[in-house]
């Protein structure tokens, strides 16, 4: 069974313009996570999808969105690039059926702004 | 003050010693906790949940002190295969994961 694929595997942007994540879910798998790892600061919780509602939003700008589709799969975008974006963006899905945190993390979206 | 706080490292050690990573966190309703690996450039998997009571895997050993907020991995009889970066992490509400920055370890020769 596949796991949680990401595209791209990297993507280099000039600042000022957008950029847009995709993220798979392992089948069956209706939540979605999406973190941002930066060098030197750690996964940051960017947003949370779980049937295609946005259920829960870390502590960043609105130029930081996205969006769940009904086969939840899902998107983020980022708006007006600046070159703090620049990050590690990994998407995940917690286990099944339970409470604990695991998570399935896809090998992540590596984005380069210039 | 961060939500979770980790040592950054790199802890370098001799294969066959016993280290141990502390992890402190500022939210006291903090539900659950957990220890992630990170290789390089890879993703981060989980490698061992936090019990109240403390609890063991193999060569690892996870133990929580809620009085003192924080949580400790130690790892003995370290292996070349363990260098890694070993996040925190801490569940609050809203089913949200705090991840700290993590702590590196290499183990050498």
């Known amino acids: 069974e596949a796991g949680v694929t990401q595209s791209p595997t990297h993507l280099i942007k000039p600042s000022g313009q957008q950029a847009t994540l995709r993220c798979s879910p392992i089948?069956?798998?209706?939540?979605v996570y999406w973190y941002q790892q930066a060098l030197g600061l750690g996964l940051q919780f960017l947003l949370w999808?779980?049937?295609?509602?946005?259920?829960n939003r870390g502590n960043f700008p609105p130029r930081f969105s996205g969006r769940q589709f009904p086969n939840y799969s899902s998107e983020l975008n980022v708006n007006a690039l600046e070159l703090e974006d620049s990050a590690l963006y990994l998407c995940?899905?917690?286990?099944?059926?339970?409470?604990?945190?695991?998570?399935?993390f896809g090998e992540g979206s590596r984005l380069t702004v210039l | 003050r961060k939500e979770v706080e980790q040592d950054p490292g790199p802890f370098n050690v001799p294969e066959g010693a016993t280290v141990a990573f502390n992890c402190t966190y500022s939210?006291?309703?903090?539900?659950?906790f957990f220890w992630y690996r990170q290789d390089c450039r890879k993703e981060p998997k989980l490698l061992m949940s936090?019990?109240?009571s403390g609890n063991e895997d193999g060569r690892f050993t996870a133990q929580l002190n809620r009085a003192s907020q924080y949580i400790s991995l130690l790892i003995r009889d370290s292996k070349l295969s363990d260098s890694a970066t070993y996040l925190c992490?801490?569940?609050?509400?809203?089913?949200?994961?705090?991840f700290g920055t993590g702590t590196q370890l290499k183990v050498e020769l």
């Open positions: 995940a899905n917690p286990r099944q059926g339970s409470l604990t945190g695991e998570l399935f």
């Open positions: 089948s069956g798998h209706t939540s």
């Open positions: 992490v801490v569940k609050g509400g809203g089913n949200k994961l705090t």
């Open positions: 936090v019990y109240s």
């Open positions: 939210n006291s309703a903090s539900q659950s």
């Open positions: 999808y779980d049937e295609g509602e946005e259920r």
